[in-house]
């Protein structure tokens, strides 16, 4: 069964830098985009970007552009975001999506807490 | 970008009640590549509704979409006490996708 796994909850310092992996199982990994989407405490779903799977090509959407860095490493079907310049703005729980063209994020993973604070 | 408009915010209803969530886009979607997500307390959002209409693999028949271009709705027809949590629209017929605000529903 297809399954998204992140890792676990960072605690960063502003200006300091985190990364958050997803490793994905049960699927050809590279036949599909991950995406990645952001939801700060009690608020809405913020979609930040994606990554082609099979040619490594990223897109960022404008308000990430310059922070965001989204990666894979397809021998082991994991797919990275790398978030630079902490502010307290980016507490937020950090999601993976499966995604392709045409069709919905159809698994996500089970979120990642990542907490900025002094 | 376009941009998506849950209403309402919040929605109180009784289970057994009929709910109508609507979400409207500044302009059209493609394909009519519309979705529904439900999102409980500290869980991932899980598709309920693609395509705007087509219920997604496990989803009970009682909930259903409708609409086109760029007014949709969610329908619950017989809420069950575990429907009452935070539903968001997406829209992913164009890049970037966008999610709306979501519409909390809860019980009465």
């Known amino acids: 069964q297809v399954q998204l796994v992140q890792s676990g909850a960072e605690v960063q310092k502003p200006g300091a830098s985190v990364r958050v992996s997803c490793k994905a199982s049960?699927?050809?990994?590279?036949?599909?985009?991950m995406q990645w989407i952001r939801q700060a405490p009690g608020q809405g779903l913020e979609f930040m970007g994606w990554i082609n799977l099979r040619s490594g090509d990223p897109g960022y959407t404008q308000k990430f552009q310059g922070r965001v860095t989204m990666t894979r490493d397809t021998s082991i079907s994991t797919a990275y975001l790398d978030l630079s310049r902490l502010e307290s703005g980016d507490t937020a729980v950090y999601f993976c999506?499966?995604?392709?063209?045409?069709?919905?994020?159809?698994?996500w993973g089970q979120g990642t807490l990542v907490t900025v604070s002094s | 970008e376009i941009a998506l408009t849950q209403s309402p915010d919040t929605l109180s209803l009784s289970p057994g009640e009929r709910a109508a969530l609507s979400c409207r886009a500044s302009q059209s979607v493609n394909n009519n590549y519309l979705a529904w997500y439900q999102q409980g307390p500290g869980q991932a959002p899980r598709l309920v509704i693609y395509?705007?209409?087509s219920r997604a693999t496990g989803i009970p028949d009682r909930f259903s979409g409708s609409g086109s271009g760029t007014d949709f709705t969610l329908t619950i027809s017989r809420l069950e006490p575990e429907d009452f949590t935070v539903y968001y629209c997406?829209?992913?017929?164009?890049?970037?996708?966008?999610f709306g605000q979501g519409t909390k529903l809860e019980i009465k």
């Open positions: 997406q829209q992913y017929g164009s890049a970037p996708r966008t």
């Open positions: 395509g705007a209409s």
């Open positions: 049960g699927y050809t990994f590279v036949d599909y985009f």
């Open positions: 999506a499966r995604a392709a063209i045409g069709h919905p994020n159809d698994f």
